[in-house]
């Protein structure tokens, strides 16, 4: 079971970027599914999560993020997005996706995540 995080890169300030979170092994729509990154010195941290499509499918994101980033499901291609929007240098940083693994979770999860993309790399820089 493995997910699949891509669509990172370089984008100047104010640009946009969207990034996919895509598994072989799981049907994601019956998982919640979190985003998370990870600055250069900094500790790893939570960006959003969107809760299992067999939950009510709510989802939120951090405040540090809110008004830019959103993040949706595509169930038909198995994909968990995050669009980011109005990107910042602050928002330099590995992103990951993750999950619990436990069928029917919400967000945030009741028990840990589990099982992590390999991270992709945003640098958001002129």
């Known amino acids: 079971v493995q997910l699949q995080a891509s669509g990172g890169g370089l984008v100047q300030p104010g640009g946009s970027l969207r990034l996919s979170c895509a598994s072989s092994?799981?049907?994601?729509?019956?998982?919640?599914i979190g985003w998370f990154r990870q600055a250069p010195g900094k500790e790893r941290e939570g960006v959003s999560c969107?809760?299992?499509?067999?939950?009510?499918?709510?989802?939120y994101v951090v405040d540090s993020v809110k008004g830019r980033f959103t993040i949706s499901r595509d169930n038909a291609k198995n994909t968990v997005y995050l669009q980011m929007d109005s990107l910042k240098p602050e928002d330099t940083a590995v992103y990951y996706c993750?999950?619990?693994?436990?069928?029917?979770?919400?967000?945030?999860?009741?028990?840990?995540?589990?099982?992590w993309g390999q991270g992709t790399e945003v640098t958001v820089s002129s």
């Open positions: 993750a999950t619990d693994g436990i069928a029917g979770s919400s967000c945030p999860p009741a028990y840990p995540y589990s099982y």
């Open positions: 969107i809760s299992s499509s067999s939950t009510d499918g709510s989802s």
């Open positions: 092994g799981f049907t994601l729509r019956y998982y919640s």
